[in-house]
Nanobody, 115 residues
Framework: QVQLVESGGGLVQAGGSLRLSCATS????????MGWYRQAPGNQRELVAT???????DYANSIQGRFTISRDIARNTVYLQMNSLKPEDTAVYYC?????????WGQGTQVTVSS
């Protein structure tokens, strides 16, 4: 119903920045909310940030003040700006889209922060 394609991951030094992008296609008009999860090796998947259809945002305490989720409606794209990155931010980051029928996932993009 909805397709998600992520980009923007990579290797960065601690204190650096990255911006992740999640481009959507398909039946995007049914999406109620989008956001990002992350999963580090051996850890459970953690909700990082969400943005609703109305533009409300929410963040995990662990990234509060460092990450910003935003969207470009014209480009059907959601972004995650990550600043002041720490080694503990290293994980695979997954974009998701929620709609009344399901939650769709992107393929994941690796973010690695070196100390």
């Amino acid at each position: 119903q909805v397709q998600l394609v992520e980009s923007g991951g990579g290797l960065v030094q601690a204190g650096g920045s990255l911006r992740l992008s999640c481009a959507t296609s398909g039946n995007i008009f049914i999406i109620n909310a989008m956001g990002w999860y992350r999963q580090a090796p051996g850890n459970q998947r953690e909700l990082v940030a969400t943005i609703t259809r109305g533009g409300s945002t929410d963040y995990a305490n662990s990234i509060q003040g460092r990450f910003t989720i935003s969207r470009d409606i014209a480009r059907n794209t959601v972004y995650l700006q990550m600043n002041s990155l720490k080694p503990e931010d290293t994980a695979v980051y997954y974009c998701f889209a929620e709609h009344p029928f399901s939650k769709e996932w992107g393929q994941g993009t690796q973010v690695t922060v070196s100390s």
